[in-house]
C-alpha cells in the first residue's frame, strides 16, 4: 500500500525516523508521500526522498498555516516555490487549500493565494493536494475550496484528510479528484464521514496518515506514523464490505497513478 500523506520532517520523527520507516515497511506500506508545507520544510522533504529512493517521495506547496506566515511576502515565497518545483524533486503540489478553523488569513487572501497555486499547478502537469478543514471562522471550506478548483479547468489531484459527508465527497469526485481518508474514519461520531467513503468508487480512494496527527483507533492518542495506514485500510476494508489487501491493492494504485511514480 502507499501512505498519500504524512509529515515525515515533523519535529516529532527526529529520534526514530528511520525506524518509522522500517515499521512502515513491515506494515506493508510500500511507499509514502511527505509533504513540505512551506519553503525550508518543502527543502527537507525533498532531501528526506532522496534519501530513501524508491520509498519515499516529496510534495511542496504553501498549506494556509505556511501562507499566513509569509505575511505579505507571499508572492516571494511562491516564487520560491515555483523553483523549488521546476528543479525537480517533488510529484506533487500542495498541500494548499482553505482554513475555516484556526484563525490564519481572511477569506478572500486564502481564496487568492489558493488560487494561484492551482494555477502553478497546472502549468507545471503537478497533481494538487488540497487542503479544506470547514469550521465557525468562514463555514463550508470545501465549497469555497471546490468553487475555486471549479474555475481551474485541467487542475487534477486529491482532497487530503476528507472530513465531509456523501454530499461533499460526491462534488469532490464530480470534479475529478480522489478521496483520501485517514484516521478520523475510525474515530466515535464520525458516522457522516463513514457513510460518505463506503460509496466512493475503488479507483478514486486514497489511504493516508497525515502523521504524526490524526492516529487510527486503537493507537489514538499517540503519534501517528506511515505504518498506521495499514490500520485505517483495515477499518475502511470493513466499512466497505471488502478485503483488507484489495483496499490496500487499490490504494497503492491509486497513489501511483496520480502521482506518476511508475
Known amino acids: 500500500m502507499f501512505d498519500s500523506h504524512c509529515h515525515l520532517t515533523n519535529a516529532r520523527f527526529d529520534t526514530d525516523r528511520a525506524l518509522a520507516l522500517e515499521r512502515m515497511a513491515a506494515a506493508g506500506i510500500t511507499g509514502c508521500l511527505t509533504i513540505g508545507t512551506g519553503l525550508t520544510d518543502a527543502a527537507a522533504a525533498r532531501d528526506l526522498a532522496l534519501a530513501y529512493p524508491g520509498m519515499v517521495w516529496a510534495s511542496a506547496g504553501l498549506d494556509p498555516f505556511s501562507a499566513f506566515e509569509s505575511g505579505d511576502?507571499?508572492?516571494?515565497?511562491?516564487v520560491g516555490l515555483?523553483?523549488?518545483?521546476?528543479?525537480?524533486?517533488?510529484?506533487?503540489?500542495?498541500?494548499?487549500?482553505?482554513?475555516?478553523?484556526?484563525?490564519?488569513d481572511p477569506a478572500p487572501v486564502q481564496r487568492e493565494?489558493?488560487?494561484?497555486?492551482?494555477?502553478?499547478?497546472?502549468?507545471?502537469?503537478?497533481?494538487?493536494?488540497?487542503?479544506?478543514?470547514?469550521?465557525?471562522?468562514?463555514?463550508?471550506?470545501?465549497a469555497v475550496a471546490l468553487d475555486i478548483v471549479r474555475a481551474h479547468p485541467g487542475v487534477r489531484g486529491v482532497i487530503h484528510s476528507f472530513d465531509g459527508d456523501?454530499?461533499?465527497?460526491?462534488?469532490w469526485l464530480t470534479a475529478g479528484f480522489l478521496v483520501a481518508v485517514n484516521g478520523m474514519i475510525t474515530f466515535k461520531g464520525n458516522d457522516a464521514l463513514r457513510a460518505a467513503v463506503a460509496q466512493v468508487p475503488a479507483d478514486h480512494l486514497l489511504i493516508e496518515t497525515d502523521a504524526p496527527y490524526l492516529a487510527p483507533v486503537p493507537q489514538r492518542g499517540k503519534r501517528c506514523e506511515p505504518a498506521f495506514a495499514a490500520l485505517t485500510a483495515a477499518f475502511v476494508a470493513e466499512l466497505r464490505g471488502e478485503r483488507p489487501d484489495d483496499v490496500m491493492a487499490w490504494a497503492n494504485r491509486n497513489a501511483r497513478a496520480l502521482f506518476r511514480l511508475g
Open 73 to 78: 511576502s507571499f508572492p516571494e515565497h511562491l
Open 82 to 104: 515555483r523553483q523549488l518545483l521546476t528543479n525537480g524533486g517533488f510529484v506533487a503540489l500542495g498541500e494548499c487549500g482553505i482554513e475555516h478553523h484556526h484563525d490564519v
Open 113 to 142: 493565494r489558493f488560487a494561484a497555486q492551482i494555477s502553478l499547478a497546472i502549468e507545471l502537469d503537478l497533481p494538487l493536494i488540497v487542503h479544506a478543514r470547514s469550521g465557525p471562522r468562514g463555514g463550508d471550506a470545501h
Open 166 to 171: 456523501t454530499v461533499q465527497a460526491r462534488a
